[in-house]
């Protein structure tokens, strides 16, 4: 853990109860393989240029982020707009109540996180909340300012530390009815899920 870098660092509340805490992404990408595009005349790799559909390459200075409002039609926005609107980090993941585990569909379950005291006077704050945890045989969920997001987390005690999950909002989380209404209704042979140990 000493290598690793914290993605937040802040405070865990619960009730009365406040610890400084250290948020740490829990998986690796080591497993991600990435290639680049390379000219094998040349072996050079290649990159890519910025360029506008009627007037050719741009310099990537002289671009502003816009957002479509209709099919190619955007409102252009300048930095100190989008600055405006960012949510500030409170710094605070509130943890607001605590809910059984089987209340939360899997489909909005997110990106895993270790949630670790930050420091060793945090230890014995961490533990009661922890334990507050434990004793509920519940998850907790809370509230926190993530790369510039609200994030609702769900929290659970894992072994001596807490994971935190970020959950997705209903409005990521497509209809599993639109995907598999069509699927027609069928019984596997006995044969079959016998052979497959069903």
């Not at 420091?119 to 533990?127: C, D, I, P, Q, S």
Request: glycine share 6%; hydrophobic share 40%; with cysteine.
């Amino acid at each position: 853990m000493a290598a690793a870098r914290p993605t937040w660092q802040g405070h865990l509340r619960l009730s009365l109860v406040t610890c400084p805490v250290a948020l740490y992404t829990a998986v690796s990408p080591r497993g991600d393989v990435h290639f680049n595009l390379i000219n094998p005349k040349t072996n050079n790799r290649i990159k890519m240029v910025t360029t506008d559909p009627e007037t050719g390459p741009i310099n990537r200075s002289d671009l502003v982020k816009g957002y479509e409002v209709e099919k190619g039609r955007y409102v252009l926005l300048t930095e100190d707009e989008i600055r405006s609107v960012r949510l500030e980090s409170t710094r605070t993941l509130d943890i607001e109540r605590f809910v059984d585990l089987s209340e939360i569909d899997r489909l909005y379950w997110n990106d895993p996180y270790f949630l670790v005291p930050d420091g060793k006077m945090a230890a014995e704050a961490y533990a009661v909340i922890r334990e507050a945890m434990v004793q509920s045989g519940r998850v907790a969920i809370g509230r926190v300012v993530l790369h510039t997001r609200e994030r609702l987390m769900a929290l659970e005690p894992r072994d001596e530390g807490i994971v935190a999950y970020s959950l997705r909002t209903k409005d990521e989380v497509r209809a599993p009815a639109d995907f598999f209404k069509d699927i027609p209704a069928a019984k596997p042979d006995k044969n079959i899920r016998h052979r497959l140990g069903c």
